[in-house]
Nanobody, 115 residues
């Protein structure tokens, strides 16, 4: 099993920054990628960014240039640094771990950006 615990969400003014963290524990062999998704009220969950086990990254166009995904292998933690936040970034942010044959999700952390 794999457990994911997200933290770092909160209320921030437009233009501000937040760093989300996702601490991952459990059986991490065969991990392919780790990523962040978000879901705003009334909308589908969407990809924000992911990082592969080889270190390649990919970002949604909506956050490209404003966000950076990174990981600390020693701490088994993946981070999402978000800058220049906009009200449309308001959502619940979920961490996801993809292993061969399995997908695991965290419980989510709320990010609210006020205008």
């Amino acid at each position: 099993q794999v457990q994911l615990v997200e933290s770092g969400g909160g209320l921030v003014q437009a233009g501000g920054s937040l760093r989300l963290s996702c601490a991952v524990s459990g059986r991490l062999f065969s991990t392919i990628a780790m990523g962040w998704y978000r879901q705003a009220p009334g909308k589908q969950r969407e990809l924000v960014a992911f990082i592969t086990i080889g270190g390649s990254t990919n970002y949604a166009d909506s956050v490209k240039g404003r966000s950076t995904i990174s990981r600390d292998n020693a701490k088994n933690t993946v981070y999402l640094q978000m800058n220049s936040l906009k009200p449309e970034d308001t959502a619940v942010y979920y961490c996801k771990v993809t292993r061969v044959g399995d997908v695991y999700w965290g419980q989510g952390t709320q990010v609210t950006v006020s205008s």
